[in-house]
Nanobody, 125 residues
């Protein structure tokens, strides 16, 4: 598999929205995990949202009701729609992909070998 590549980050005011995209390729069509992660300065990498090959999803409690993970298999693209953004959402956001994975572990960083370079999200209050 080739490494993912993120886009769509930027600077927004609190309460605003952003949509992140991640181009992925080279993964088994029926057996994979994809996830969005974030890491702020001095913090550990956090699993924000994950999705498996059947479209089942999981979210961190901090983003439930505000963020939505989705995929477009035909375009080989993963998305993260982020609404009602807060200052604490400020971080570098990464997407990741791995085969032989399920939704139960799709927000666990150690499950992934293939990571994008990240896209910065900055939320001002």
């Amino acid at each position: 598999a080739q490494v993912p590549e993120e886009s769509g980050g930027g600077s927004v005011q609190a309460g605003g929205s952003l949509r992140l995209s991640c181009a992925v390729s080279g993964y088994d069509r029926y057996n994979y995990c994809m996830g969005w992660f974030r890491q702020g300065p001095g913090k550990e990498r956090e699993g924000v949202a994950g999705i498996d090959s059947l479209g089942r999803t999981t979210y961190a409690d901090s983003v439930k009701g505000r963020f939505t993970i989705s995929k477009d298999s035909a375009k080989n693209t993963l998305y993260l729609q982020m609404n009602s953004l807060k200052s604490e959402d400020t971080a570098m956001y990464y997407c990741a992909a791995e085969s032989f994975c399920t939704v139960q572990t799709s927000r666990t960083p150690s499950r992934y070998r293939y990571w994008g370079q990240g896209t910065q999200v900055t939320v001002s209050s």
